[in-house]
Nanobody, 124 residues
Framework: QVQLVESGGGLVQAGGSLRLSCAAS????????VGWFRQAPGKERDFVASISWSGRSKSYADSVKGRFTISRDNAKSTAYLQMNTLKPEDTAVYYCAVASTQYSSSYLGQYDYWGQGTQVTVSS
């Protein structure tokens, strides 16, 4: 079992920045990939970014490339999502998840454990 707790969401103006954190406990966090996903009202949950167990491999959705950066600190069992140059269309609930694989993945079905989500609202 893994418990995940996201934090760092909030209300920010367009062009601003936020840093989300995902603190894990339980199962060996450092052995598995971590992903960030987001879900806007009335829409499906979409992939945002993922990072491999070692942190060496990362992938991003096209919509956030160049603006968001995923990272992890295995010693702290924590993953991060640095979000810069935020846009109103980034407004959503953001979820972190731990995968069943070591490797970075954009596939939602490969993630076994999910946090409760944190709201990010970007005003125009």
């Amino acid at each position: 079992q893994v418990q995940l707790v996201e934090s760092g969401g909030g209300l920010v103006q367009a062009g601003g920045s936020l840093r989300l954190s995902c603190a894990a406990s339980g199962r060996t966090f450092s052995s598995y990939a971590v992903g960030w996903f987001r879900q806007a009202p009335g829409k499906e949950r979409d992939f945002v970014a993922s990072i491999s167990w070692s942190g060496r491999s990362k992938s991003y959705a096209d919509s956030v490339k160049g603006r968001f950066t995923i990272s992890r600190d295995n010693a702290k069992s924590t993953a991060y999502l640095q979000m810069n140059t935020l846009k109103p269309e980034d407004t959503a609930v953001y979820y972190c998840a731990v995968a069943s694989t070591q490797y970075s993945s954009s596939y939602l079905g490969q993630y076994d454990y999910w946090g409760q989500g944190t709201q990010v609202t970007v005003s125009s």
